[in-house]
């Protein structure tokens, strides 16, 4: 079945751009930029075997958690000028060879005047990696979101006030872990909704510790530990949009039983706005509700905060039941898009689906682009080329500049 917008697409994906696994519908014109030491290539010389190319007509949606933070906002723009912070050039590369029309980026720290994310854009997508195509992304929306804010309160529970843990959401400094979506397509700005502000104790049937707050604490402890984000995109040629809902669970070091308990929580606000049954949940500006029904969205971002998956055997991850029992929502399953079969890599123990390195060599799936299930999907895949295969070097474990989370994306069918 084929939602209602897709049908529309052609046209103006077709007058915005071209496709293909070094394209994106805006584009710069080719500019080699390439990272410090590595010789200037040309896409033409390169075997994009772990690349997939997108269909004319599709919407490449994408996530990728960034983990470029630093003492503070301000040093990680600082740090950033110029045009080349190692991490953030690789992560450049790594969304011009796949080549998103929309891309969620989690862990990117935030700042109070949004330069991060427009240097980002402008600095590093924009500017062509080791003789990829820059992608200009002409239009990019970021907020607040609660980790390093300081809460006022003992959250957890040590005697004192202050520090990461005792942050809204846990934080060395506010925007600590923020996020940023870059969109070829236009973002009905006037519709954007955020939900960094609801309280925990505000969800029906919440499932907050029995004892582990006071009185006090719970009516100061936000439910999303980062924020939820319902972005309208208009998409050319149909008149209605299509609601790309961002987010990222975010929880501390080792966390404890309430942040295992918030983060399901959070999964399970997330699902019961995607299917319209968030009647009790107000966003900031004080309006409640969700999505309404038939509407077409997009889910993106980390639903499985890596910290927390630290704490779960390695061959178990958190269920997502909350998001997927019903039938509003869909997972493709996406994989590693790679020529080497799994068995004979050498990081054969990892999920073919994982997203995100762990602490002794393992990986697991916390980021995810889940589609509503009236969309019809070309195809998804996860950015992870074995040794020897083309773009290892911006997956290798063994370099500090590569991040420990993968690409992950899906092609929304155009026609």
Not at 59 to 86: F, K, N, Q, Y
Not at 144 to 172: C, F, H, K, M, W
Not at 258 to 274: N, P, T
Not at 279 to 305: I, K, P
Request: hydrophobic residues 35%; contains cysteine.
């Amino acid at each position: 079945m084929r939602s209602g917008f897709t049908g529309c697409l052609v046209a103006g994906l077709i007058v915005a751009g071209s496709s293909g696994a070094h394209a994106a519908n805006t584009t710069s014109s080719i500019s080699f930029y390439p990272a410090p030491g590595q010789p200037v290539v040309t896409p033409e010389s390169q075997e994009s075997t772990t690349t997939v190319e997108k269909s004319a007509g599709d919407i490449r949606v994408a996530t990728l958690h960034a983990e470029i933070s630093g003492g503070s906002s301000a040093e990680v723009l600082e740090d950033l000028g110029g045009g080349m912070h190692p991490q953030a050039r690789v992560l450049a590369e790594t969304v011009q060879v796949n080549a998103p029309d929309v891309l969620v980026l989690t862990g990117l720290s935030y700042d109070e005047h949004q330069q991060i994310a427009a240097t980002v854009n402008d600095e590093y997508l924009a500017r062509g990696q080791n003789g990829q195509t820059g992608i200009k992304y002409s239009h990019v929306f970021t907020a607040p979101t609660n980790s390093g804010i300081e809460s006022g309160a003992d959250l957890d529970g040590d005697g004192r006030v202050g520090g990461p843990n005792d942050a809204l959401g846990y934080g060395q400094y506010a925007g600590d872990r923020g996020m940023a979506v870059f969109s070829t397509y236009p973002i009905a700005e006037d519709e954007v909704r955020t939900f960094q502000e609801f309280l925990w104790q505000d969800m029906p049937e919440n499932s907050i510790p029995q004892e582990e707050f006071s009185d006090l604490e719970r009516s100061v402890l936000r439910l999303p530990g980062t924020s939820l984000w319902d972005i309208p995109l208009e998409v050319p040629g149909d008149t209605d949009h299509v609601h790309l809902v961002a987010t990222d669970l975010n929880s501390p070091p080792g966390p404890a039983e309430s942040d295992i308990a918030r983060s399901e929580d959070q999964r399970r606000m997330l699902a019961e706005f995607v299917s319209g049954t968030s009647w009790y949940l107000y966003d900031d500006d004080g309006a409640y509700g969700g999505l309404e029904s038939g509407d077409s969205f997009v889910v993106a971002g980390s639903l499985a905060d890596a910290q927390e998956l630290q704490t779960w055997p390695e061959d178990q991850v958190p269920e997502l039941s909350s998001l997927l029992e019903g039938d509003t929502i869909q997972d493709p399953g996406p994989e590693a898009v790679t020529d080497e079969p799994l068995p004979q890599r050498r990081d054969a123990t990892a999920d073919p689906q994982a997203t995100h390195g762990l602490t002794g060599g393992t990986a697991v799936r916390s980021s995810y682009v889940l589609p509503a299930a009236a969309l019809d999907i070309d195809r998804s895949g996860v950015f992870w080329p074995a040794e020897g295969e083309f773009g290892y070097k911006l997956v290798d474990p063994a370099d500090p500049a590569s991040p420990t989370g993968r690409l992950v994306w899906l092609d929304i069918a155009g026609s």
